[in-house]
């Protein structure tokens, strides 16, 4: 069983900095990828970063050089740290989670970039 909890959204003034962090609190522990989606109003849930279970990491290329994604192995948990925010990135982000060649959500979390 897989069970992604998040935490971390909230509302932040542009150019800010706000940090996201998703445990798996279930008992299936052998994840491969683990990432970020986001999904704003009237638009499709499109991929932020990912990475793998040896560290490799992907962006968007709305994101790169702005978030950061990190993962700690041992506890199944992925944080996206994300600076220099824009009101473009407003938007509910979901954390993901593939094992068994399935794919785990979150039940997502608001970022609101709003002065």
């Known amino acids: 069983q897989v069970q992604l909890v998040e935490s971390g959204g909230g509302v932040v003034q542009p150019g800010g900095s706000l940090n996201l962090s998703c445990t798996n609190t279930?008992?299936?522990?052998?994840?491969?990828?683990m990432g970020w989606y986001r999904q704003a109003p009237g638009s499709q849930r499109e991929s932020v970063a990912e990475?793998?279970?040896?560290?490799?990491?992907n962006y968007a290329d709305s994101v790169k050089g702005r978030f950061t994604i990190f993962r700690d192995g041992a506890k199944n948990t992925v944080f996206l740290q994300m600076n220099r925010m824009i009101p473009e990135d407003t938007a509910v982000y979901y954390c993901?989670?593939?094992?068994?060649?399935?794919?785990?959500w979150g039940q997502g979390t608001q970022v609101t970039v709003s002065s």
């Open positions: 993901s989670a593939t094992g068994r060649a399935i794919t785990y």
């Open positions: 990475i793998s279970a040896d560290g490799n990491a």
């Open positions: 279930g008992t299936y522990s052998r994840l491969n990828s």
